[in-house]
């Protein structure tokens, strides 16, 4: 049997209805033109998510780690497969139709070793995170950096690096970008629908384990390439701790001025500037949305979530000097 010219990846854990959800989009895009085959690679789901993958005509893969990553699912499934191409997606996810079909051309340029499109909620109006948190998603097109969870790749590459690092708990994607460009290679960002993502949080606390994973990343990725000749993430980490600093210390100084003068002004002088702040954001960001509204609400998330971001950074250095290891960070709940 001729090897199949795409392999299509699916990391999950307690996915559910999501999960089915995923692997209904993936066999009904639209052909690319060669073989397609399928792999889920499950972190030891309590859901009956292996069960449901295969059933619908999934290949599985258990992984059963102590502590499990992203990476190490991903690592296991392209590692199974036998594409030329190998497309990753998280079980939340929803592939557009036609972005394989439209997308593989891309390669015909040998340094292009990933290709990713535009990731979207597909539920923004369920919460205010939803949709705010949608905005994150849009990106100019072109040459990137680096991708998401959701990437076309060119197997050869994945092979030449040796896929992604398994002891990260998060920014896996962004760190093996960095080593293929450390190669040569190209991540382009192209103009087209790539995947539906199903966000699904509703709490506070959701929002900040989110971002103290995003601290965690800019850390302990940023760690690693600092004084080479690509630097990496060195000025988003560097920049967090200004502001994520300045941030809580107005904070701080307004809860302790109207503490001590039994006074509300000195809080509510720091939350109007942060309310300035974030209107100056929603306006330099109005690329992004129509709604006013929303991009409000953008400019005060890009500000708030400085602080969970720089006490992440904080969790990664403590770890580090105590010689732990972080467990994954999630703040999705299993789906029924």
């Given at each position: 049997?001729?090897?199949?010219?795409?392999?299509?990846?699916?990391?999950?854990?307690?996915?559910?209805?999501?999960?089915?959800?995923?692997?209904?989009?993936?066999?009904?895009?639209r052909?690319?033109?060669?073989?397609?085959?399928?792999?889920?690679?499950?972190?030891?789901?309590?859901?009956?998510?292996?069960?449901?993958?295969?059933?619908?005509?999934?290949?599985?893969?258990?992984?059963?780690?102590?502590?499990?990553?992203?990476?190490?699912?991903?690592?296991?499934g392209?590692?199974?497969?036998?594409?030329?191409?190998?497309?990753?997606?998280?079980?939340?996810?929803?592939?557009?139709?036609?972005?394989?079909?439209?997308?593989?051309?891309?390669?015909?340029?040998?340094?292009?070793?990933?290709?990713?499109?535009?990731?979207?909620?597909?539920?923004?109006?369920?919460?205010?995170?939803?949709?705010?948190?949608?905005?994150?998603?849009?990106?100019?097109?072109?040459?990137?950096?680096?991708?998401g969870?959701?990437?076309?790749?060119?197997?050869?590459?994945?092979?030449?690096?040796?896929?992604?690092?398994?002891?990260?708990?998060?920014?896996?994607?962004p760190?093996?970008?960095?080593?293929?460009?450390?190669?040569?290679?190209?991540?382009?960002?192209?103009?087209?629908?790539?995947?539906?993502?199903?966000?699904?949080?509703?709490?506070?606390?959701?929002?900040?384990?989110?971002?103290?994973?995003?601290?965690?990343?800019?850390?302990?990725v940023?760690?690693r390439?600092?004084?080479?000749?690509?630097?990496?993430?060195?000025?988003?980490?560097?920049?967090?701790r200004?502001?994520?600093?300045?941030?809580l210390?107005?904070?701080?100084?307004?809860?302790?001025?109207?503490?001590?003068?039994?006074?509300?002004?000195?809080?509510?002088?720091v939350?109007?500037v942060?309310?300035?702040?974030?209107?100056?954001?929603?306006?330099k960001?109005?690329?992004?949305?129509?709604?006013?509204?929303?991009?409000?609400?953008?400019?005060?998330?890009?500000?708030?979530?400085?602080?969970?971001?720089?006490?992440?950074?904080?969790?990664?250095?403590?770890?580090?000097?105590?010689?732990?290891?972080?467990?994954?960070?999630?703040?999705?709940?299993?789906?029924?």
């Amino acid at each position: 049997m001729s090897a199949p010219l795409v392999s299509v990846v699916i990391i999950g854990r307690n996915e559910g209805e999501r999960l089915e959800r995923c692997l209904r989009s993936v066999f009904a895009m639209r052909p690319p033109g060669g073989e397609l085959e399928v792999i889920y690679v499950d972190s030891d789901s309590r859901d009956g998510s292996p069960e449901r993958a295969r059933a619908m005509g999934a290949e599985v893969l258990v992984v059963r780690p102590e502590r499990p990553t992203a990476a190490l699912g991903r690592n296991a499934g392209w590692r199974r497969a036998r594409g030329t191409f190998v497309l990753f997606l998280d079980g939340d996810t929803i592939l557009d139709a036609n972005f394989v079909a439209d997308s593989l051309a891309e390669f015909e340029n040998p340094r292009v070793a990933v290709v990713w499109g535009h990731r979207r909620e597909i539920r923004p109006q369920d919460s205010f995170y939803n949709r705010v948190l949608d905005l994150d998603w849009i990106s100019p097109a072109g040459v990137s950096d680096y991708c998401g969870g959701d990437a076309l790749m060119r197997r050869a590459v994945l092979e030449e690096v040796g896929g992604y690092d398994e002891t990260l708990i998060a920014g896996e994607e962004p760190e093996m970008c960095r080593r293929m460009r450390g190669r040569g290679y190209l991540i382009l960002h192209v103009d087209r629908p790539m995947t539906g993502h199903d966000l699904a949080m509703t709490r506070w606390g959701q929002y900040w384990r989110r971002a103290t994973r995003t601290g965690y990343a800019y850390a302990e990725v940023s760690s690693r390439f600092r004084g080479t000749d690509l630097p990496f993430w060195e000025y988003e980490a560097r920049r967090n701790r200004s502001r994520g600093g300045m941030l809580l210390l107005c904070l701080a100084a307004g809860l302790l001025g109207s503490a001590a003068w039994r006074k509300p002004w000195p809080l509510a002088g720091v939350l109007a500037v942060y309310l300035l702040l974030a209107a100056r954001t929603a306006v330099k960001l109005r690329w992004k949305s129509r709604d006013a509204v929303t991009l409000f609400l953008y400019g005060l998330h890009s500000h708030v979530q400085q602080i969970p971001i720089l006490i992440g950074q904080w969790q990664y250095w403590r770890d580090r000097r105590a010689g732990r290891r972080r467990q994954l960070i999630e703040y999705k709940g299993a789906q029924p």
